[in-house]
């Protein structure tokens, strides 16, 4: 069956360190790969999207990987800040071509200054 | 420009009554979708709708029913509400951004059913 994976364990790191987030998937064969951020209390907020045939996409301090045969995503926010913290999601097309969103259960992280 | 609204952000049922949760978005979205969050499942989809009249449903939809009758309106409706079913509940409308469908979602409707 199909499957994502996020850490489950709270990520903990010292304010100025690169936070690295992973998503894995199995059978699927998405066309893209998005990561959102959800703060508490609120609904998730997109961040970045990366596509199939791309490697790398980055955005100010935040950058995103997608392998595609590893079947991994690596969300990374460098010189992190205590403004950072928050649970993040990754999500994916269930490639069914319908528009619908399949999403991770979410990594919380947590920057102390 | 308000996004994505959703009413009530509180709801307490008993179980066995009926609810109705509203969602209304100003982008003209062709796409909206409901979800559930709950501790450690992640986000899973209820129902979806590609536009107005068309409505199908997603991993979860047990339970629920919907109707799209105009772009900016997509209520969920709890047809005799069970203690599983209390979650916090997510509308999101969708645009297209490079080809992929990019959520906006609303604040949450948080449901408690005794």
């Known amino acids: 069956s199909q499957k994502i994976e996020q850490n489950s364990e709270a990520l903990n790191i010292q304010e100025g360190k690169t936070a690295t987030l992973t998503c894995n998937y199995t059978?699927?064969?998405?066309?893209?790969l998005q990561w959102y951020r959800q703060d508490p209390g609120r609904g998730p907020v997109f961040l970045l999207l990366?596509?199939?045939?791309?490697k790398e996409k980055r955005k100010e301090r935040l950058k995103v990987t997608f392998d595609t045969t590893l079947k991994q995503s690596l969300f990374h926010i460098t010189a992190s800040q205590p403004a950072d913290s928050a649970t993040y999601l990754c999500?994916?097309?269930?490639?069914?071509?319908?528009?619908?969103?399949?999403f991770g259960q979410g990594t919380t992280l947590q920057v102390k200054p | 420009n308000a996004g994505v609204t959703q009413t009530p952000k509180f709801q307490v049922l008993k179980t066995g009554q009926s609810m109705t949760l509203q969602c209304a978005q100003d982008?003209?979205?062709?796409?909206m979708s409901w979800y559930r969050q709950d501790p450690g499942m992640g986000l899973r989809l209820i129902h979806y709708?590609?536009?107005?009249?068309?409505?199908d449903q997603g991993e979860v939809p047990n339970g629920y029913n919907v109707s799209r009758s105009t772009t900016e309106d997509f209520p969920l409706r709890l047809l005799s509400a069970a203690p599983s079913q209390t979650s916090v509940y997510f509308c999101?409308?969708?645009?297209?951004?490079?080809?992929?469908?990019?959520?906006?979602f609303g604040a949450g409707s948080r449901l408690t059913v005794l």
């Open positions: 999101a409308s969708s645009s297209y951004l490079s080809g992929a469908n990019v959520l906006t």
């Open positions: 990366i596509r199939e045939n791309e």
């Open positions: 982008m003209n979205h062709e796409y």
């Open positions: 709708s590609v536009g107005a009249g068309i409505t």
């Open positions: 999500a994916l097309d269930d490639s069914s071509n319908t528009g619908k969103l399949i």
């Open positions: 059978n699927y064969s998405p066309a893209y």
